[in-house]
């Protein structure tokens, strides 16, 4: 592969094609991961050294419906008050265009590209209210989508579990999409429900790509909670009966059977009105917190439940010892039902707590991967193995997801390494449109990773998660070196 100024400008073929099975050195396009939230991970350490020691090579944030820009004035005091709490990041902009142009401003370790989540533009026009928007706010909601299409947002994001887009009725959705539509951008939707009602949700995101004709990336397809893993079935034929009356429908997913989010994501969507200090403020209230309390224990899978959620991060330092450990486990050393210490330590952290959830089936998660409109994606920040953001104990996928499905999922047979490499690789570049990334091709942007087929294997766990992986030879960001042999060399990437 001959390299010039950072483009491939000839590839040579010097034998035939190796057997898929055969040990040796790989080299394939770097990967493109196509769920993160490295929105302000890489402002907060630009190096990115998580992602760039599995070759990872690019990030597409903003998922989820949290993209870190556009934000009003008001969202940006709060957020800023949670950023500084924590990492001491200031939040200085205000639109898509600003945001980018304070992240061009210096290269990080991998490529960043965003969408521009709706809970960002909706809670910066909105508040965060449980009612329709008005015409005039429709009006603004567009402007700011369109502003952000314009900065360079390659895409358009639903957190339709997350307030304030769990308010959201169809009907506005559908209009929200119509935007990404028209703009030939695509729509990534976490769903409103990922367990009981996971059909139902399915359906519903199915019905506004039917209504909006958008492109439509169903985000960590699952189906979550024992008695749900039966309705995998029923996901597929409902992708797959859209897919065949001409949608265009993917999805993304990590190799991991344990999902991670707030804690908060327990609470019923109706405690979310008004912000996080309104959340505060009812769970602080007695008739408030029995009404979310009773919610709660009606909501979840059983009482087996508590025993599957585990306590990832805090920002206490008096509570930094639950880290790592099940709620349950906490709750019965202090005397107390996981749902009575759930609400009073959301009380306490001021609802800022990480969960990593139990939930899921490995069975299921083989089939999910197989299908041919699954991506990989890792759902996780571009961390460090040091610094600020290596604390708690952040989901394994952080540091392991695109090693792991190599060596757990087409070592074991479960897909073959080229199936493999194109979910990494050329599938998320064309499914947000990226021209030049995603393939070893003459004119392509040199972003190559150079693995040992034998040796690639993730070494990050639930309780050590800060482990490198192990078999990432060589990583090139636009054709410069940036990592070798577990070491990082050099800065290259950027916004594109």
Known sequence: VI????????????????????SGLRLVPGFIDIHTHSDNDLLIDPRGEGKLAQGVTTDIGGNCGSSAAPVSDALKDERSQQLFRQYGLEVSWNSMNEYLTLMSQEKRGINFAPL?????????????VDRPPTINEMKEISRYIEESFQAGAVGLSFGMIYPPVCFAKEAELVEVAKIAQKAGKPVTAHIRNEGQRVEEAVKEIIHIAQKSRASLQISHLKTAGKKNWNKLDALFCMIEEGIAEGLDIQCDRYPYIAAKTGLMGILPPWSYEGGRNATVERLQNKTERKKTRDWILNDIYGEEYWGTVMISHLSLEKNKSFEGKRLQEVAESFSKEPVDFLLDLLLEEKTMVDGVFFSMNEDNLKRILQKEYVMIGSDAGARGFDGALAVGRPHPRSYGSFPRTIAQYVKKGVLSEAEAIKK????????????????????????????????????????????????????????RLAYKNNALISLNGGVI
């Not at 521009?116 to 965060?128: D, K």
């Not at 570049?429 to 150079?450: H, S, T």
């Open 3 to 22: 390299v010039e100024d950072g483009l491939i400008v000839d590839v040579i073929k010097q034998a035939d094609s190796v057997d898929e099975k055969s």
């Open 424 to 479: 990494m690789t050329s599938q998320p570049a064309k499914k947000v449109g990226m021209k030049n990334r995603g393939l070893i091709q003459k004119g392509y942007v040199a972003d190559l990773v150079l693995y040992d087929f034998d040796k690639i294997q993730d070494k990050a766990d639930f309780l050590n998660p800060f482990q490198k992986p192990e078999g990432i030879h060589e990583v090139y960001v636009g054709g």
């Open 116 to 128: 521009v989540g709706y809970n960002s533009v909706r809670a910066s026009v909105m508040g965060v």
